[in-house]
């Protein structure tokens, strides 16, 4: 199912599955428990060590059943990866095992991070990691001599306040190794809902434009023209002019924007709220949004089934619930974990009264007048080079997937027509599921073109920033994005890195309208200057692809992967503790970040909430949060099924019997679990060795008792599902990522109490 809300997960893999299985000789599984999360996965990462005896390293606070499997199981303490990763890469330049050639040639600002690497030795490692420094020399070893070795991960490296420095430091471990941009290698970050790839790549995100383009006014007029509307029409839309370059609020504090007493930056605070796709019991800080539900003006959740944020507020009126079908009764394409589109077919029209979830926009449109600018852009197509309507009407899904093919150059949708997805769904048989290269019709393209597919010729790119890849074939270089040079030094590829079969020799710039002629050594007639966009990104015409095309060079030019943001509260990553950690000796000597204003339109706490008192001593242990296999999300849609809900009858918590015995729990009983801002949690205590005594794990998959309160009679009649219970959610502990708004899921602590 597509939860269509979607944003936690950030980053794609740069690989794929079957390149794991086909050529990884380890696999690095860090804040990842693809055994239960993603049991497919799982089994290539079983079939690689069985074809090439490849050796699977899991880094994770829990023994789960991912570390089952693995030939090195590392205990890390929650939020320390980044600690972690410098601690290996103290060792690999310790002893020159760094990729030296590949560090020169493509990558920008390798320095700073060596001196950073320089503070974290093995026992400073150890000291804040809680891994061993002997296991940290081992497995640093290990990764030097085994290549190609790919690195992965999920939510145990995102759901962090420092989650954004995480989820950069590990691909500084691939560059530092030289394994981007190689087969076997890459960094494959697993992707969580069905689709979910796809609907960050169309914008379900507060702080962009779809694909990715910045909110900027260059990025607003170029969708107006795309979609055939004035700039001044999409301007009318906000509030005023200059809210149009502001992010929205996140889907993580949007409570924080109904909630008066909080300061906002927004022009009102927020008054209704559209649920569609999100199970809202999945958010942290149950008791606050409890709070925000109840104040808001009108509440609308539009979805398959009965969503619980109906159930945990106290109102009685203006709650609307619409239904939605399910994805079995719509059409079109979705985006995997790996970049590759798949077409789906409806297999039964909408049931009884629902509607499916674009019906329920366009109608939403018509009421609120824009349905004919909504949808104008599905009429549309180029002509000689000039964007036209053309068609009186437009024909769902496809017409819908051309104009994202014609219009999200970013990523490189250009080859993603109807045609050719529908073509790849007939032909599933076709495609090698180890390299995704396709036989007899499909020959010469990769299974669901996976992006940039960068026009209706190109095949796909199955592996990221493969230079020995012609473009025209699948490759390129790392892309130009941050300018031609910083502080003096070239942010273009050495001349070492021709991408294979390009006219340019080394790195070149992204390509624009000023410098096409120059770089590709072309002349461009008049018309076609007429018609040229001012560069690859707003290219209408297409010309810029086309001559980049005969050029066997990639638009987005060929730079350095830059390892320094210099525009980030950290310009290279740093270990900064938890908001709230058990060691208040580090607090001290690693804390967090400044408190923020403003980011998302609300206040965020950082050093205010982690020092406000030593937590570690009214809140001894520590939690995470662990998915089970038979329930997903919000999990209602499980929960309503009678056989996955009672293969976990009830909301539980994995505790080790050193802990359980300290309050007196045998196996089974009930304990209430505080957290810091003063909310409660009451759950049965399951003993279990997967923890250690000072952690315990948590579902969280289940809603509809809330502090101990059953909320039974909240269900209209007849939707309770077989199963109810406390949230997680409403004890995680506060604290977000300084600059995706990620909550702190996976690192917090808890009080334990025999209930
Ligand atoms: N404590 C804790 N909380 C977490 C996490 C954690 O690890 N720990 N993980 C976080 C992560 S990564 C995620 S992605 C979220 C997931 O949580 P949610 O985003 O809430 O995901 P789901 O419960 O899968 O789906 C949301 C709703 O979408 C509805 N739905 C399904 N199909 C369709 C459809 O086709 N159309 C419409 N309109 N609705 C549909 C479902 O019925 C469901 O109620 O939870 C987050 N919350
Ligand atoms: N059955 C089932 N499958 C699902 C889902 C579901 O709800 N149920 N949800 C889907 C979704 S939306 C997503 S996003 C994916 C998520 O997929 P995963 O991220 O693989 O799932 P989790 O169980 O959250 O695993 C995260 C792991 O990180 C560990 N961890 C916690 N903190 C840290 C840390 O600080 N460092 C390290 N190294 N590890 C840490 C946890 O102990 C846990 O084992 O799963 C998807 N698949
Ligand atoms: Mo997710």
Redesign the pocket.
């Known amino acids: 199912?597509?939860?269509?809300a979607?944003t936690?997960?950030y980053g794609a893999m740069t690989n794929h599955f079957g390149d794991v299985v086909g050529n990884s000789k380890a696999i690095f599984v860090i804040g990842a428990n693809s055994a239960a999360a993603n049991p497919i996965g799982m089994k290539h990462f079983l079939q690689a060590k069985d074809r090439n005896n490849a050796k699977l390293i899991v880094i994770d606070p829990v023994f789960t059943r991912t570390a089952a499997k693995a030939d090195h199981y590392l205990r890390i303490r929650t939020g320390t990866d980044v600690a972690f990763i410098y601690g290996l890469l103290h060792i690999i330049f310790k002893n020159g095992w760094e990729d030296k050639e590949f560090i020169n040639d493509r990558v920008y600002g390798m320095d700073e991070i060596r001196k950073e690497a320089e503070h974290w030795t093995p026992e400073e490692t150890e000291n804040v990691t809680g891994i061993p420094a002997a296991q940290i020399i081992q497995v640093a070893t290990l990764m030097a001599k085994t290549k190609p070795a790919t690195v992965v991960w999920a939510?145990g490296i995102t759901?962090h306040s420092t989650g954004t420095s995480n989820t950069r430091i590990l691909p500084i471990l691939q560059l530092v190794l030289g394994n981007m941009g190689k087969k076997g290698g890459g960094c494959n970050i697993i992707r969580?809902?069905d689709n979910?790839q796809g609907s960050t790549d169309m914008c379900n995100l507060a702080d962009s434009l779809p694909g990715y383009y910045g909110l900027a006014e260059g990025s607003w007029k170029y969708f107006a023209k795309a979609w055939g509307v004035d700039y001044e029409w999409l301007q009318k839309r906000f509030f005023a002019p200059e809210w149009m370059n502001k992010k929205g609020f996140s889907l993580s504090k949007w409570w924080q924007g109904v909630l008066q007493e909080e300061k906002t930056y927004s022009s009102s605070p927020v008054r209704a709220l559209w649920v569609?796709?999100?199970?809202i019991t999945?958010?942290?800080q149950q008791a606050k949004i409890k709070e925000a539900l109840d104040k808001l003006d009108l509440l609308v959740i539009?979805?398959?089934?009965l969503?619980e944020a109906a159930v945990i507020t106290e109102r009685k009126d203006n709650v609307y619930i619409l239904p939605?079908a399910?994805?079995f009764e719509t059409e079109g394409s979705v985006t995997a974990t790996n970049r590759s589109a798949q077409w789906r077919s409806k297999v039964v029209d909408p049931l009884y009264e629902s509607k499916t979830?674009h019906d329920v926009m366009f109608e939403f449109a018509k009421k609120f007048g824009f349905y004919e600018e909504y949808t104008r852009a599905m009429k549309m197509e180029v002509k000689d080079g000039v964007l036209t309507e053309t068609k009186k009407d437009f024909n769902w899904p496809d017409d819908a997937s051309r104009e994202l093919a014609r219009t999200l150059k970013t990523i490189g949708l250009g080859g993603w027509t109807p045609e050719r997805l529908r073509a790849h769904q007939e032909n599933w048989h076709m495609f090698d599921p180890i390299t995704l290269e396709g036989y007899g019709p499909m020959k010469g393209q990769y299974y669901g073109l996976p992006w940039p597919s960068w026009d209706e010729n190109h095949p796909g790119s199955p592996i990221l920033y493969d230079a020995e890849t012609a473009v025209n074939e699948g490759g390129m270089g790392f892309r130009n994005r941050f300018g031609l040079e910083h502080e003096g030094v070239s942010q273009l590829a050495a001349d070492a890195v021709t991408v294979k079969g390009s006219k340019i020799k080394g790195g070149y710039p992204e390509i624009t309208k000023d410098n096409i002629e120059k770089i590709l050594g072309i002349t461009l007639t008049a018309k076609e200057k007429e018609l040229i966009g001012a560069n690859w990104k707003v290219d209408i015409s297409g010309i810029i692809q086309e001559k980049c095309r005969a050029a066997g060079v990639a638009p987005y030019g060929n730079a350095r992967a830059r390892t320094i943001v210099w525009e980030f509260p950290d310009p290279v990553p740093k270990h900064r503790e938890p908001i709230h950690s058990p060691r208040p000796d580090l607090v001290e000597k690693y804390p967090t970040y400044a408190d923020q204003t403003d980011n998302f339109r609300v206040d965020v706490k950082f050093i205010s909430e982690q020092t406000a008192q030593e937590w570690a001593k009214d809140f001894p242990t520590m939690l995470v949060?662990m998915r089970v296999v038979n329930l997903?999300?919000?999990?209602?849609?499980e929960r309503t099924s009678k056989y996955l809900s009672h293969l976990t009858p009830e909301m539980f918590a994995n505790i080790h019997p050193d802990l359980a015995l300290k309050y007196g729990l045998r196996d089974g009983d009930m304990m209430w679990l505080h957290a810091p801002q003063g909310t409660k949690i009451k759950v049965k205590a399951v003993h279990d060795f997967s923890v250690t005594p000072d952690r315990i794990a948590l579902p969280?998959n289940f809603a509809g008792v809330m502090q101990g309160v059953d909320l039974s009679a909240n269900y209209p009649d007849g939707t309770k599902p077989y199963t109810i219970g406390e949230s997680?959610?409403t004890i995680?502990n506060y604290g977000y990522d300084i600059i995706t708004q990620i909550p702190e899921?996976n690192a917090g602590l808890c009080r334990i109490e025999k209930a």
């Open positions: 199912m597509a939860g269509v979607n936690w997960g939510l759901q969580g809902h979910v569609q796709g999100n199970g999945s958010l942290a539009a979805e398959p089934f969503n939605v399910t994805q979830d949060t997903s999300g919000a999990g209602m849609l969280y997680s959610n995680i899921f």
